[in-house]
């Protein structure tokens, strides 16, 4: 999975160099590290990117992967079969562009809503927010029902929009369906 030389390099991001032998070596740090501290940097959101250290192709989308390939491996999975079914069917589809950049956003939105709790608890003992949440879990989960519902009727929409248009160049070019 390479892309781009330093295609996500900026001045003050770790550079890790990743060698044929496997081993990661943050160049900043000069120290060897682990795939569980490129996680750090991730949760930290400290920018970084991986290297080939001999082509200086970049392999951070491919560390990125093997990441969360350890984390579904170890504890409760958040992904499961069927979607990850899903996600491989999307591969060469028309929708391929579409679906990265509409699980990105569904992300961004998912994100804003911890920060926004996580603003909203910071008064709370973990006790109330424990409570908090027991009583809340039925609201949230109307919450991203709604998401979900939206997200829904936004694709069909796009769907819909998308076959006006192939009808409309069709018959521009004289064929019809």
């Not at 991001?13 to 569980?36: E, F, G, M, Q």
């Not at 250290?53 to 984390?71: C, F, H, N, V, Y």
């Not at 996600?87 to 911890?114: P, T």
């Not at 996580?118 to 949440?133: N, V």
């Amino acid at each position: 999975m390479k892309t781009k030389k330093n295609e996500h390099a900026t001045p003050s991001a770790h550079v890790i160099k990743k060698y044929p032998n496997r081993r990661l070596y943050d160049t900043n740090a000069s120290t060897y590290i682990t795939l569980a501290e490129i996680k750090q940097l991730v949760l930290k959101n400290s920018p970084f990117v991986v290297q080939d250290a001999k082509s200086g192709d970049d392999l951070t989308r491919s560390i990125l992967l093997q990441i969360i390939l350890e984390e579904e491996d170890c504890g409760t999975p958040m992904f499961t079969t069927e979607v990850l079914s899903s996600i491989i069917r999307f591969y060469g589809q028309a929708m391929h562009g579409f679906m990265g950049s509409y699980l990105e956003k569904n992300i961004h939105a998912m994100q804003d809503v911890q920060t926004k709790l996580g603003e909203q608890s910071k008064q709370m003992t973990p006790e109330l927010w424990a409570q908090f949440m027991g009583l809340q879990s039925p609201s949230i989960q109307g919450l991203l029902n709604n998401n979900i519902e939206q997200s829904k009727n936004m694709m069909l929409q796009f769907q819909e929009q998308m076959q006006k248009q192939t009808e409309q160049m069709l018959e521009t070019f004289g064929l019809k369906r």
